[in-house]
């Protein structure tokens, strides 16, 4: 089955105590992007990626840091959480035709840091 | 910077009207607009993608138009069902197609 999975799915932690939400994706895609939710402010950009090793930021990449070693993979980094990350965040993928295709999401990833 | 705007925050219908939903964007040099559906607690399903040089897109019940002229999309439900309740939301890039900004969304309730 075609999927984005996300990893953990819900996490409470303290301000400070770096932390790692993993995506993957099983569909070959190149593009992988991040976006957090937050009530009132909708879905923002965090980071994306074109491809292995290529990654840009977004509109609010401030506090965050990501990776692509891997095809497959598309990590999110937190090195230093503050209560204002505190958020719903969704991984995505989509092939290199982005223009054409359409984005697949995950779950997501409820994060609260207190 | 792309800017996408969904009006009405949210709306409510009774089961069998259309439903019509707006997204406004402010770039007309859009490599794309997509909408999708978020159930609560869910993450985002993609309904339908029009590129920049399709003037609409159709599947099934669902019909989403795009005018890069006046930076509108509409995008059409035709005789809306109680599962059809959830929020809506538009997305449009320009710039580069990889950054995508999203409209807040439009929360949609269709009452049996």
């Known amino acids: 089955e075609a999927q984005v999975t996300q990893n953990p799915r819900y996490l409470i932690t303290v301000t400070g105590k770096k932390l790692t939400v993993t995506c993957s994706q099983n569909m070959n895609h190149e593009y992988m992007s991040w976006y957090r939710q937050d009530p009132g402010l909708g879905l923002r950009q965090i980071y994306y990626s074109m491809n292995v090793e290529v990654t840009d930021k977004g509109d609010v990449p401030e506090g965050y840091k990501v990776s692509r070693k891997e095809k497959r993979n598309f990590p999110l980094i937190l090195e230093s959480p503050s209560p204002n990350q505190t958020s719903l965040y969704f991984c995505a993928s989509s092939s290199r035709t982005g223009r054409e295709q359409p984005q697949h999401f995950g779950d997501g990833t409820r994060l609260s840091i207190l | 910077k792309q800017e996408v705007t969904q009006i009405p925050a949210a709306l409510s219908v009774p089961e069998g009207e259309n439903l019509v939903l707006n997204c406004s964007f402010t770039?007309?040099?859009?490599?794309?607009l997509q909408w999708f559906r978020q159930d609560p607690g869910k993450g985002l399903t993609s309904l339908l993608l029009?590129?920049?040089?399709?003037r609409e897109q159709t599947s099934g019940r669902l019909n989403a138009s795009l005018d890069k002229s006046s930076g509108r999309s509409t995008l059409y439900i035709a005789a809306s069902q109680p599962g059809d309740s959830a929020t809506y939301l538009c997305?449009?890039?320009?710039?580069?197609?990889?950054?995508?900004?999203f409209g807040a969304g439009t929360q949609v309730v269709v009452t049996p």
């Open positions: 997305a449009g890039s320009a710039g580069s197609w990889g950054k995508l900004q």
């Open positions: 770039d007309s040099a859009i490599y794309n």
């Open positions: 029009i590129q920049s040089s399709q």
